[in-house]
């Protein structure tokens, strides 16, 4: 759907419709349309505002306020505050979350308001939200009913270096899956930055100081907090300190795709095809764009020829692993990529109708579609 939108067409709406508010905004017309079948209330051409709110459908107001928080951040969130408590808790939680876009420090007031609001998802949300800013939570004196003062009993303070000695922070060995199970719920529920702040610390130092590679879950779970709740700088700080970096500890970049630029996106994808060891996390990446994988990044490193050889060999086990991963080149590769990607793997064995290849086709026919649709 999304590779099929990124080269200007739509899936044919007897064969696919869309049943939420996250598929590509070109299909907001079409969900609204199943919203209601009365023909009496369409989204109007002009501008979202206050006025003619009801007028328009759930999923073109939320596209039109997506749009307005990139453009007039200002507006879009007086809209919200002004509409957002009529609505019931579940479109609030869809229209507050929208604040994501164009986030700044003139959103905090209105952040703070919600922490009287009466769902406690949105609550969540808006604490998540006011995180990113910097704003602490309601930080007590680090007693037991402090759950950032609990989750840093977690995590070890150290130092390393023999002549420039430098803070590091490593995650404490467990003693019970109790303790593992309540060290997860912690790291869910608290934010990056009322954790750094019991180390007396910045976000992005925390970051740059945590030990990956130490424990595996621990990693996990601070790359999902700083997915949740870092600052912006806290993420891009992670990101291109792993990435660079290079090796294992790179793929918990992929927990934060949903925060990262394409730019950044890009790099961690042509970072893993590098070494095909860690081709199979590239599953765990959100968000990523279609359609814009070069030849070059597929003949940079292992990629090509361990999926040759998977093709090529016996192992049941790695055919499947080939196949996954041809239907993920097949959403991320420009067309031309594509049909030299199936020329490969049918020279190296694979059936040429093989269903691996599909999206691979795909790809490669809305190219020629689009070729002659131009003329």
């Known amino acids: 759907m999304t590779l099929v939108a990124s080269r ?6 007897m064969d696919w419709m869309p049943s939420d508010q996250n598929s590509p905004d070109v299909y907001a017309p079409w969900i609204d349309w199943q919203a209601s079948f009365d023909g009496e209330r369409h989204a109007p051409l002009e501008k ?28 879009a969130r007086m809209l919200v505050e002004a509409k957002a408590s009529g609505e019931p808790a579940e479109v609030r939680l869809a229209l ?34 006011l995180a990113r800013l910097g704003e602490h939570g309601h930080l007590s004196e680090g007693g037991a009913d ?53 180390f007396g610390t910045t976000e992005p130092e925390f970051i740059g100081a945590w030990q990956f590679g130490a424990d595996n879950n621990a990693d996990i779970l601070i790359a999902q ?21 290079g090796g294992k500890p790179a793929l918990f970049v992929l927990h934060l795709t949903p925060r990262l630029d394409n730019r950044r996106k890009r ?13 199979g996390a590239l599953n765990l990446a959100e968000g990523l764009e279609a359609s814009w994988l070069e030849w070059g990044d597929l003949t940079n490193g292992q990629t090509l020829l361990a999926l040759r050889s998977a093709v090529a060999g016996n192992d049941d086990a790695v055919k499947r692993g080939a196949d996954e991963m041809l239907e ?16 490969e793997v049918v020279a190296a064995g694979m059936p040429s109708a093989a269903p691996s290849l599909s999206v691979l086709r795909l790809n490669a026919a809305l190219a020629e579609h689009q070729s002659r649709t131009d003329t």
């Not at 200007?8 to 709406?13: M, R």
């Not at 006025?51 to 307005?68: Q, T």
């Not at 600052?231 to 300190?241: G, L, N």
């Not at 790099?267 to 081709?279: G, Q, T």
């Open 8 to 13: 200007g067409f739509v899936l044919h709406p």
């Open 48 to 75: 979202l505002t206050a006025e003619n709110w009801d007028e328009f459908y759930p999923a073109a107001r939320r596209m039109a306020l997506a749009d307005m928080r990139r453009s007039e951040p200002a507006s």
């Open 96 to 129: 507050i979350e929208l604040m994501r876009f164009g986030l700044n420090p003139e959103d905090a007031p209105f952040l703070k308001s919600l922490s009287a609001d009466r769902s406690g998802k949105v609550r969540e949300l808006a604490g998540r939200l």
């Open 146 to 198: 402090d759950p950032a003062a609990e989750l840093a009993a977690f995590i070890s303070e150290g130092k390393s270096g023999i002549i420039r000695r430098r803070t590091t922070y490593t995650p404490a060995k467990l003693k019970s899956s109790a303790q593992e199970k309540r060290r997860a719920e912690l790291f869910e529920t608290c934010n990056l930055v009322d954790l750094a702040a019991r």
């Open 225 to 245: 907090m700083v997915a949740a709740s870092g600052s912006d700088a806290a993420v891009t700080h992670m990101a291109d300190t792993l990435v660079a970096d």
């Open 267 to 279: 790099a961690v994808v042509r970072l893993i095809l590098k070494d095909s060891k860690y081709l």
């Open 328 to 343: 993920t080149m097949g959403f991320l590769a420009t067309a031309t990529t594509a049909a030299k990607l199936i020329d």
